[in-house]
RNA sequence: GUGGAUGUAGCUUAGCUGGUUAAAGCGCCAGAUUGUGGCUCUGGAGACCGAGGGUUCGAAUCCCUUCACCCACCCCA
């Protein structure tokens, strides 16, 4: 068989039983949002480019090279979304959201795009899991945001995640921070790799998080960001850990933690998995982004999860997911009158809330047996043309062979709930 | 954008140095059991061996090209 054509590159398909296992992962970190004082907000998938310009910063690799960005019908030059951040401010301003107080604290589990080559953990169309907070520069409201994830990931039942924790300051002290680093690297330039020689001027906190052992070890000896951080910068960020300590939560602190996005500003974080080698998300404060896009001085905070990676960090410790449920009652029929009285009696079932079914594929009674079956079904009732004659049918408990006669008129329902609350039932 | 690996039934794979009708397990369908699932047995359907070109009497196998997918780097979720 020949397709006329696959998925486009980077994207997937989640079948049944992969996306009944995602709808359990997401419907965990709704329940910990919803817990923690989070509402859902849904924004659309493309928004005008110029929010994310704007938002993420035009220098950073996102914004740079890997957004899907066309111009409409309009003319008006719009993006898919490559993160969620700048859609959830946007709205929260237009909406008028902050109206109602502060905080404010909105969840979304949303599709994201960015034109990347795909490799593990990594696709053009992700799904990110992310939370934000409005209207507050206070560290508790950064200690309780960390705390929330990692309550979340450990509910999950994630156990090689860690914690990683760094304060790049406010724009102030990092200025001074960037001076130190570009003089310190700049005497060291002819030992750099070349990706970092060009960073140099741009963003050299970026080399700090290089992967090549030669660049690795001149970082190591780099000036610290957290030795430049103004006093308030410094406090904030003392008042974060010690909170954190105060809810026994284990944190690494990594000078050399730098986020890909230009907004961050104090506390930044990332949950590494150690077995996959990547972080399953971060994020931080933003105290400028909202100012930046157009809105009153806010500050504000938030992480994003990435779903996909959070997925396969699940599957890569085992984790067992629920159950499917399966068919409760399957009607198997013989003969057209007998069919139509399945179908019927199938209905009948629906309306009252309990998983039944039918055959639908024209198949013989020992195959509708046996696709019952397979679909795991509680109970089956035999319907042929004794049956319609007599008014009762034998209600089958799959699990024993055994069978009890029930009506299939009037009382067929009640005699079936009393069956089936004898021996236990799946629906309802 | 750079580098590496892999493409054979729906799925997982065998097929060594080129040699008839490309094999197995799982899954699917059917029969054994003309009105009763799971277990067993038997049978069946299903693959132009990713695509194109070349070498050869002969190519799934060797060569070239291309496409797809995976992995790593870069970057990030």
Redesign the pocket.
């Known amino acids: ?2 397709l006329i054509t ?5 994207t ?1 398909d989640l079948v049944p039983q992969t996306a009944r296992r995602w709808r359990w992962v997401e419907q965990a970190l709704i329940n910990e949002a919803e817990l923690n004082g989070f509402a859902e907000v849904r924004t659309p998938v493309f928004e005008h480019t110029e929010l994310f310009q704007r938002g993420m910063g035009d220098v ?3 914004v740079e090279k ?1 957004m899907y960005t066309f111009e409409d019908k309009g003319g008006r030059s719009v993006t898919l979304r490559p ?1 969620g951040t700048a859609g959830a401010v946007r709205a929260m301003l237009e909406n008028g959201l902050y109206n109602n107080g502060y905080p404010v604290r909105l969840y979304y589990n949303i599709p ?1 795009y ?1 034109y ?9 169309e ?1 799904r ?1 899991f992310g939370v934000e907070v409005f209207g507050t520069a206070e560290p508790i409201a950064d200690a309780q945001l960390i705390a929330m994830g990692m309550s979340a990931l450990q509910r999950l039942g994630l156990t090689d995640v860690g914690l990683q924790l760094n304060s790049i300051g406010c724009p102030t002290c990092r200025k001074e921070y960037h001076q130190a680093l570009q003089a310190y690297f700049s005497a060291r330039k002819e030992s750099l790799c070349p ?1 970092c020689l060009s ?1 140099l001027d741009r963003n050299p906190m ?1 080399i700090l ?4 052992p030669v660049c690795q070890e001149i970082a190591a000896g780099a000036p610290k960001i957290t030795d430049y951080l103004c006093e308030d910068c410094q406090s904030h960020f003392a008042k974060v850990q010690e909170y954190l300590t105060a809810m026994d939560i284990p944190f690494t602190l990594d000078p050399g933690l ?4 230009d907004y961050y500003t104090r506390t930044v974080f ?1 949950f590494p998995s150690q077995s996959l ?6 994020g931080g404060r933003y105290d400028e982004l909202v100012e930046e896009i157009g809105g009153p001085p806010t500050p504000a905070l938030g992480f ?3 779903m ?2 959070l997925m396969l960090a699940l599957e890569a410790q085992k984790t067992e997911f629920p159950e499917e449920a399966g068919c409760e009652v399957f009607v ?1 029929a ?1 003969g057209e009158a007998a069919k139509v009285k399945a179908m019927s009696l199938v209905n009948t079932l629906h309306k009252c809330g309990l998983g039944a079914d039918c055959d639908v594929c024209g ?5 509708q ?6 679909l795991g079904a509680q109970y ?1 009732l ?6 319609l004659a007599a008014g009762k ?2 209600l ?1 408990y ?4 055994t ?1 009890k006669e029930i009506g299939i008129g009037e009382s067929f329902v009640e005699d079936y709930l009393a069956v089936s609350t004898e021996k236990g039932r799946l629906s309802l």
Do not use: N, W
């Open positions: 068989m020949e696959k998925a486009p590159k980077g997937v950073t690799d996102v890997q993160e994201c960015r990347e080559k795909p490799q593990k953990g990594r696709m053009r992700f990110t990706t960073r970026r998080d290089c992967k090549s730098v986020r890909g996005l990332e080698g990547f972080a399953l998300g971060g994003g999860l990435g996909d990676r198997a013989m198949r013989g009674l020992k195959a047996m046996k696709y019952a079956g397979k089956c035999v319907l042929g043309d004794d049956e049918a034998r089958k799959m699990a024993d062979g069978e």
